[in-house]
């Protein structure tokens, strides 16, 4: 137990003094990002902490992903896309679906039309080629937001 607790300590003395180094020429303090325009990386996503004597809260402490989740709460912005239903298009092969995507693809589950509802049909649905879904012949394509040749 001991020995384990010694290699962690060793490693974390070992990674910031590797972040020191290469920080030698401007060592500049990471800000706590207040709003989502403010996230540089990871370590802009670290909270103030709480004042002493007092209980933390979420924007206390909170870090990393779950941060992230908060900044956006805080502006209505839903960062892990959990409730944004897909609004461009119309589902035909004219005018498909744009399923937004950072990764060139996207899994969509088809629970069919407004007028006739099916069981979930799953695609994958990629850049650059429509996907048909089976049962209702509703189509979709991916858009791709990330940067251009990031995909993948
Ligand atoms: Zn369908």
């Known amino acids: 137990m001991l020995s384990r607790s010694l290699r962690v300590a060793s490693q ?7 972040r020191i180094l290469a ?7 990471v800000k706590t990002a207040q709003d989502l325009s403010e996230v540089t990386d990871a370590s802009s996503l670290i909270g103030p902490g709480a004042k002493p004597g007092t209980i933390p809260t979420d924007w206390d402490q909170s870090t990393g992903l ?6 956006g709460k805080k ?3 839903d960062v892990f ?6 609004t461009e298009g119309k589902g035909t092969m004219n005018d ?6 950072y990764m060139g693809y996207r899994y969509v589950g088809c629970k069919g039309t407004a007028e006739e ?21 509703t189509v979709l394509k ?6 251009p040749g990031m995909a993948h």
């Open 81 to 86: 896309d959990m409730e944004m239903p897909i």
């Open 23 to 29: 920080n030698k020429v401007s060592h500049t303090e």
């Open 66 to 71: 779950q941060r992230l989740e908060l900044l």
């Open 117 to 137: 509802a099916h069981k979930p049909y799953w695609m994958k649905v990629e850049e650059g080629k429509p996907s048909r879904c089976w049962h209702c012949g």
């Open 96 to 101: 498909p679906f744009l399923v937004p995507t």
């Open 12 to 18: 974390r003395r070992f990674l910031s003094s590797t």
């Open 75 to 77: 502006e209505g912005v």
């Open 142 to 147: 991916a858009k791709y937001l990330g940067e």
